[in-house]
């Protein structure tokens, strides 16, 4: 069974930075994207980035030039790198990794249990 560990997150002062990272953990044949997403209290989850197999990333417009996106193939990891934080990136951010355990299957995707992020003013 695949699983995703989440790691970094915590509490952070605004214009500070903070490093998110999630290791895909369990058998996998492919990895196709794999992305980061939000929810702050009372708010829908969204998108906050995302990067395909090949390296491209695609950001929200409210983290395009603060935040950056990167994935490690040969460690199946997926980081973001968060910096000059506003206290409304204030969320729980979710690890998102589509990927492919059999070449018979259709891809899958899994979450992570998330890990909060608190960017006081």
């Known amino acids: 069974q695949v699983q995703l560990v989440e790691s970094g997150g915590g509490l952070v002062q605004a214009g500070g930075s903070l490093s998110l990272s999630c290791a895909v953990s369990?058998?996998?044949?492919?990895?196709?994207?794999m992305g980061w997403y939000r929810q702050a209290p009372g708010k829908q989850r969204e998108l906050v980035a995302t990067?395909?197999?090949?390296?491209?990333?695609d950001y929200a417009d409210s983290v395009k030039g603060r935040f950056t996106i990167s994935r490690d193939n040969a460690k199946n990891t997926v980081s973001l790198q968060m910096n000059s934080l506003k206290p409304e990136d204030t969320a729980a951010y979710y690890c998102?990794?589509?990927?492919?355990?059999?070449?018979?299957?259709?891809?899958?995707?899994?979450w992570g249990q998330g890990t909060l992020v608190t960017v006081s003013s």
């Open positions: 369990g058998s996998v044949i492919s990895i196709n994207n």
């Open positions: 990067i395909t197999s090949g390296g491209i990333p």
């Open positions: 998102n990794v589509v990927y492919r355990y059999s070449i018979w299957k259709s891809p899958v995707e899994v």
